[in-house]
């Protein structure tokens, strides 16, 4: 009995092991149907959207061709090409029309990409009907009544590429947008050689235009400070400052030949105190001239032209000229009249002095007289240099220091008259004057004037002549018997003029 019982036990257990089998293969079956039925569909989807994608015109398939084409995702915005995504279209299937194996289609599309929206883009797209299929021949754009719509600030680095040209080492400080009012404000550090500070660069938008750069705010930016200092000029020491520009204008009696500098004035231009100092050298001062003992000041124009009138300027009054503008007396009435005439301040003395001077040379007839009267009047060129060129008569008051005055004067005019002109305006006013003059300036010195003139020009003015009329000198006679102004003290004199035009020398 234990055998057959052993037995029954053997069988019992097997039948149960077998069903148990049975049943464990069950799941793996329908796993594996279940993988095959999802893969089946995979492909048939795949088939359906991606193989066959070419025999359907939808929604889809017209926003995938659109986003294909370079010349309705890049669109040229202002002055800069922008980026963009399509991101849907007003397509219908009713809008296909289908003639000759072609079919078009016109749709507005909606593009969008990090700063603009385009709403309403017409387009129409031209397809190849090849065996049921559609094949993408062209996409035209159809029209510019789209609409253009800020979703976000004007791009920082754009703003960038507005003022690197002028600016360097440019570095964010501020990013204001006002999409409401469309308005963005962009604020950058920048830096050059010669400026420092913060630049605002100021868009308004534009429906069709994009983000328009309208202003740049300069009112943050100044010129880097200058500390004064000596630099030796054949042994003498002359003062200097990076802030400070000096440019000796040199007025001689004739436009050739061998001449004389009866105006001297020295336009130095303070970028530390936002101010344009005028000096006049009197052309009588007893002075010392390398190479020919003393003379004259005016006379080291004739003994070596501008150079050597530079030099004995530098070295009798200890400051540092870096560069010269020479013109003659015919020169000087085209330069005025180049400008269009100078307004200036007249008194009735002088109103009569330009008369008689006029009257006297038989230019009346050509130049016309000024009415004598107390104001403003404008004077042409030859006008001008009369006035320039008054020192009094047997009529009329004056002596050399009045004189001296009213150039200064008439300069501090071209300035005011100036002080709205654009770097386009001063640019072009230069390319005229230059022929009139002789100069030291190189074209860049030329070029960074002008591209800083509506700075200067908004600097305030001041004057001074040296010697001045009260004080510091005293009249005498050269050896030849002329007559001169004889400086009391060299060293006060220098100090003085060189406090006027280096303000931090009185810290």
Same mark, same amino acid.
């Given at each position: 009995m234990s055998g057959k019982h052993s037995a029954n036990a053997f069988a019992g257990d097997h039948g149960t092991n077998h069903k148990e089998k049975t049943k464990n293969k069950k799941p793996l079956i329908i796993t594996i149907i279940a993988v095959v039925v999802v893969a089946a569909f995979a492909v048939g989807v795949y088939y359906l959207f991606f193989q066959n994608s070419d025999k359907v015109l939808d929604a889809k398939r017209i926003i995938k061709d659109l986003s294909g084409e370079k010349s309705v995702t890049t669109q040229e915005i202002g002055k800069y090409q922008q980026t963009f995504e399509v991101k849907e279209t007003d397509f219908k299937a009713e809008k296909v029309k289908e003639e000759n194996n072609t079919a078009t289609v016109a749709v507005n599309a909606v593009l969008e990409g990090e700063i603009y929206k385009i709403t309403d883009y017409p387009v129409s797209l031209e397809y190849k009907i090849e065996e049921g299929e559609y094949k993408l021949k062209s996409i035209t754009n159809t029209g510019d009544d789209w609409l253009l719509c800020a979703i976000n600030g004007f791009s920082q680095e754009l703003a960038k590429k507005d003022i690197e040209k002028d600016y360097k080492q440019i570095e964010l400080a501020d990013h204001k947008t006002d999409l409401e009012n469309g308005k963005d404000i962009i604020t950058f550090k920048v830096g050059t050689d010669v400026l420092t500070g913060k630049i605002s660069c100021i868009y308004k938008f534009d429906n069709k235009d994009g983000w328009v750069l309208k202003k740049t705010d300069k009112s943050k930016l100044a010129f880097k400070k200058g500390k004064t200092h000596t630099v030796d000029v054949d042994g003498v020491k002359c003062y200097?400052?990076?802030?400070?520009?000096?440019?000796?204008?040199?007025?001689?009696?004739?436009?050739?030949?061998?001449?004389?500098?009866?105006?001297?004035?020295?336009?130095?231009?303070?970028?530390?105190?936002?101010?344009?100092?005028?000096?006049?050298?009197?052309?009588? !001062?007893? @002075?010392? /001239?390398?190479?020919?003992?003393? *003379?004259?000041?005016?006379?080291?124009? #004739? +003994?070596?032209?501008?150079?050597?009138?530079?030099?004995?300027?530098?070295?009798?009054?200890?400051?540092?000229?870096?560069?010269?503008?020479?013109?003659?007396?015919?020169?000087?009435?085209?330069?005025?009249?180049?400008?269009?005439?100078?307004?200036?301040?007249?008194?009735?003395?002088?109103?009569?002095?330009?008369?008689?001077?006029?009257?006297?040379?038989?230019?009346?007839?050509?130049?016309?007289?000024?009415?004598?009267?107390?104001?403003?009047?404008?004077?042409?060129?030859?006008?001008?240099?009369?006035?320039?060129?008054?020192?009094?008569?047997?009529?009329?008051?004056?002596?050399?220091?009045?004189?001296?005055?009213?150039?200064?004067?008439?300069?501090?005019?071209?300035?005011?008259?100036?002080?709205?002109?654009?770097?386009?305006?001063?640019?072009?006013? !230069?390319? @005229?004057? /230059?022929?009139?003059?002789?100069? *030291?300036?190189?074209?860049?010195?030329? #070029? +960074?004037?002008?591209?800083?003139?509506?700075?200067?020009?908004?600097?305030?003015?001041?004057?001074r002549c040296n010697p001045e009329r009260e004080s510091g000198w005293s009249a005498g006679t050269s050896p030849v018997g002329a007559w001169i102004i004889s400086i009391s003290d060299w060293k006060d004199t220098r100090k003085q003029i060189a406090e006027y035009i280096y303000s931090d020398l009185k810290k």
């Open positions: 200097t400052n990076s802030a400070v520009k000096n440019i000796i204008l040199l007025g001689t009696d004739a436009d050739t030949g061998a001449r004389r500098s009866d105006s001297m004035i020295l336009v130095s231009i303070d970028s530390n105190n936002k101010e344009i100092k005028f000096s006049s050298f009197m052309r009588d !001062t007893y @002075v010392a /001239i390398d190479g020919y003992g003393s *003379d004259k000041l005016n006379a080291a124009f #004739a +003994y070596g032209g501008a150079k050597l009138a530079v030099k004995t300027i530098e070295k009798n009054y200890g400051i540092k000229i870096d560069n010269y503008i020479t013109t003659g007396f015919s020169n000087f009435k085209h330069i005025v009249d180049a400008l269009g005439g100078v307004d200036i301040e007249l008194d009735e003395d002088e109103c009569g002095y330009i008369n008689w001077q006029l009257g006297k040379n038989g230019q009346t007839a050509t130049y016309g007289q000024v009415t004598v009267k107390n104001g403003v009047q404008k004077l042409n060129g030859q006008q001008a240099l009369w006035f320039c060129r008054d020192r009094g008569s047997e009529v009329y008051s004056g002596d050399d220091f009045t004189r001296t005055s009213r150039q200064r004067r008439m300069l501090t005019g071209l300035v005011k008259a100036y002080k709205n002109s654009t770097v386009a305006d001063v640019v072009k006013l !230069t390319e @005229v004057l /230059i022929k009139y003059v002789d100069t *030291d300036l190189t074209k860049s010195d030329l #070029a +960074y004037l002008a591209k800083y003139s509506p700075q200067f020009f908004d600097y305030k003015t001041s004057e």
